[in-house]
């Protein structure tokens, strides 16, 4: 059996895969049933293809883990705000996308406080960033990082007119 894609999926299918996109915790449980009541209130079956096609979709959108397709709940969240002098010990890159609707890939972040942050989003023409560059740096010199990859200033000090 062939993938369909999201385009080409049953209306009920792709509310289904946005629906689930709205939540904090995503599961292909979750998915699962989000299929079962959108085909119900549409008054159509749910085939195997359709389902199959939901499945991988939402794996790749999502980046759900193996646990995630057992049902696993999958949930990244902020676990406070970092100050930009805290240090980054960890750092994660996620997939880069692959076709032009794909999610741009994001740089989490562990400091040494404790706290998990969402650093930035980026797309692959805005460079191509990997977990070792962030970590040993500050917070505010790891947001810098994108500004001075991607060409862009970084904000000016206000200076006063005389």
């Known amino acids: 059996m062939g993938r369909t894609p999201f385009m080409y999926l049953p209306l009920a299918a792709r509310v289904s895969i946005e629906y689930l996109d709205c939540q904090s915790e995503r599961s292909i449980a979750k998915l699962d049933a989000y299929l079962e009541h959108y085909f119900t209130v549409y008054g159509q079956a749910c085939d195997q293809e359709t389902r199959e096609s939901c499945h991988y979709i939402a794996m790749r959108r999502f ?3 193996g646990e995630a397709a057992n049902g696993a709940l999958v949930s ?4 406070g705000i970092p100050s930009d002098g805290d240090r980054v010990v960890l750092a994660r890159v996620t997939a880069r996308p692959r076709h032009r609707l794909d999610p741009d890939a994001q740089v ?19 460079g191509d960033f990997q977990e ?3 970590v040993g740096l500050t917070v505010g010199q790891a947001r810098a990082l994108k500004a001075r990859t991607t060409g862009q200033d970084t904000p000016a000090t206000p200076v006063a007119v005389p």
């Open 108 to 126: 989490w972040i562990c400091t040494d406080q404790g706290t998990n942050h969402l650093l930035f989003s980026f797309c692959p023409s805005e």
């Open 132 to 134: 070792s560059d962030f």
């Open 63 to 65: 980046r759900l883990s």
């Open 76 to 79: 990244i969240q902020e676990t």
